[in-house]
């Protein structure tokens, strides 16, 4: 089974939030909902299954970064426990809302680039 295009060049694409085949149409028509087709070039996003594997990638780089934190903020932070989970929590959940989307736009242009889940085959 052949590959669409480069798959480099597909998932760069994805995580600026564009379409993976032309670069230009818009892959979300919201914050995470994906839009049904390319908005320039019309590749059908339907086939897309990205379904809990972004929020799968993204809490487990997060829950490395914010370990890393912890470890290096626990011995300034030691009188005042509150304060480091209230900038750890605040950190962790940003850090989740600003990554979700381009993740979740890698995981469709992969998923695009290796024709998996019927854009390969024109059906979902
Ligand atoms: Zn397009």
Redo the contacts with the bound molecule.
Sequence with gaps: MSEHGDTKTAVLNGMRLR?P?????HLFSGYLKGAPA?D????DFTPQRADDGPAYIVVLLVSHIVGLALHLMYRPFMDTPLTLALILSVGAVGLCLTLLPPVKGMVIAVQWAKRLHGFGTGRA
Excluded: S, V
């Excluded at 085949?21 to 149409?25: I, S």
């Excluded at 320039?40 to 590749?43: E, N, S």
């Design positions: 379409c085949e032309c670069g230009e149409g390319c320039i070039c019309g590749l």
